[in-house]
């Protein structure tokens, strides 16, 4: 029989003791949602507030926008109605129809026609601009002649009778007026033009013997097409 003890069982460490349990979750969640409840509470009864602060303001805003929206813009003029032959006001002696004849310092007749409308070229003075163009035919029924070098050819348009300009454009045969002497017993033709805006058509032409203003001139007057 042996001697030899047998060796001793293992020794295990001791168990630690359980852990002390705190506040259960339940609680600390529940707390928390409390707070958080609370500072949502008190942000919305402060932003409800300065809504209610300025309620006053944006009110007032929209007042001003409600009174920019009721300006009333400016109304346009109503634009004038042209007569047709109608005499213009403010000239000395009779005004004549763009068709009619007259007779001019006696022994001289003036008379216009084939009016038409267009456009002066890219060279034309003015250039590019709207306008009725003419005959001037004038007869010397005298027996002296005539100097029709001097003749010049005035326009306006309009029941305003605004200031037409004389339109040149040697492209389309507008060169102005004559530059001879005209004997007696004979006529001579010559074609003329003026601005005109393409929405008038009604135009008053003067026609003067010489450059001279107070010189009497011829009248004629009416719409064109």
């Known amino acids: ?21 705190g506040p259960s979750n339940a609680v600390v969640i529940g707390s928390a949602a409390a707070v958080i409840a609370a500072v949502v509470a008190t942000g919305i009864v402060v932003v409800n507030s300065g809504d209610d602060d300025k309620k006053p303001e944006k009110t007032a805003s929209a007042a001003a926008s409600d009174k920019a929206d009721d300006v009333v813009a400016d109304q346009e003029e109503p634009a004038e109605e042209t007569e047709a032959e109608s005499e213009p006001e403010g000239t000395d002696g009779e005004a004549a129809g763009l068709n009619d004849t007259v007779d001019f310092r006696e022994d001289v007749q003036l008379s216009l026609s084939k ?3 267009g456009t002066s070229g890219p060279y034309g003075s003015p250039e590019n601009t709207p306008y009725v163009k003419f005959v001037v035919r004038v007869k010397n029924n005298g027996k002296s002649t005539v ?17 037409s300009e004389s339109i040149f454009d040697s492209d389309q045969g507008l060169n102005g007026g004559p530059d001879t002497k005209l004997l007696a017993g004979r006529s ?6 003026c601005a005109l805006p393409k929405a008038e058509k009604t135009i008053q032409i003067e026609v003067s013997p010489d450059m001279d203003l107070e010189a009497e001139a011829a009248i004629f007057t009416g719409d064109v097409k």
């Open 188 to 193: 001579l033709s010559v074609t003329w033009a």
């Open 115 to 117: 009016f038409a409308r």
């Open 1 to 21: 029989m042996s001697n030899t003890m047998p060796p001793p069982p293992p020794m295990y460490p001791p168990q630690p003791p359980p852990p002390r349990r």
């Open 147 to 163: 100097d029709t070098s001097m003749f010049t050819a005035s326009c306006s348009y309009g029941t305003a009778g605004k200031s």
